[in-house]
């Protein structure tokens, strides 16, 4: 079975400094991979996928994520943090199941950003 | 625009309540998906349907049941609510497609006094 690791629960910037959030998966073959964004008191927005091609991939609101298959990892990059961006962000792995595809997620990092 | 809605945003019941949420998807997707989320738990698969009047258990289907009569209405059903299914409930859907992402719902926040 899949699973996902997001081993920082929290995680502090400043407005204008670099984020790297991490997240770790385990599944046998290929994955498809997603990060999703919750704002407080609302449902998931996905922010970009990967499941071919490139490995560096480009999302909405400035981020990317890089997958690196020798290290089952899929890291959440943005170069300059703003305050809006403080949210809930999940990390999810997709996995087939049956004839359908099932996500797994994360347990989620919150960012906080300091003015 | 995708639009996933629920029923409610907030809602409050007693224990022993019969209480149904509800999720409609205007995108003609097959898959629909409820999942409760609870602070350092993430999201939690409760149950997920492939198709109308289909449905298949989550991760933790115990105290919940559902109901998908037509495709585009997914119902999560607390047969007699508990203080431990208070918590937020999000409802998802996605078309059987490998890399496709789900759409969600904003979440219904349920407390059970």
């Known amino acids: 079975a899949q699973s996902v690791t997001q081993p920082d629960i929290h995680i502090t910037v400043s407005e204008g400094a670099s984020l790297e959030l991490r997240c770790n998966y385990s599944?046998?073959?290929?994955?498809?991979l997603f990060w999703y964004v919750q704002s407080p008191g609302q449902g998931l927005q996905l922010l970009l996928k990967?499941?071919?091609?490139?490995?560096l991939v480009q999302g909405i609101k400035g981020f990317e994520a890089e997958f690196k298959r020798s290290q089952s990892s899929f890291n959440l990059r943005k170069p300059s943090v703003h305050w809006s961006d403080a949210a809930e962000y999940f990390c999810?792995?997709?996995?087939?199941?049956?004839?359908?595809?099932?996500?797994?997620f994360g347990r989620g990092t919150s960012l906080i950003v300091h003015p | 625009d995708v639009k996933v809605t629920q029923s409610s945003r907030y809602l409050v019941k007693r224990t022993g309540e019969k209480v149904f949420l509800e999720c409609v998807q205007d995108?003609?997707?097959?898959?629909m998906f409820w999942y409760r989320q609870d602070p350092g738990l993430g999201l939690r698969l409760i149950y997920f349907?492939?198709?109308?009047?289909?449905?298949e258990k989550g991760d933790i289907p115990e105290g919940y049941s559902v109901s998908r009569e037509k495709k585009e209405r997914f119902s999560l059903i607390l047969e007699s609510a508990s203080t431990n299914q208070t918590s937020m409930y999000l409802c998802?859907?996605?078309?059987?497609?490998?890399?496709?992402?789900?759409?969600f719902g904003p979440g219904t926040r349920l407390t059970v006094t």
């Open positions: 998802a859907s996605t078309p059987p497609i490998r890399g496709v992402e789900q759409y």
């Open positions: 599944y046998g073959a290929t994955p498809y």
């Open positions: 990967y499941f071919s091609g490139d490995t």
């Open positions: 999810a792995v997709g996995a087939q199941s049956g004839g359908s595809y099932i996500p797994t």
């Open positions: 995108m003609d997707h097959e898959n």
């Open positions: 349907s492939y198709d109308v009047k289909m449905k």
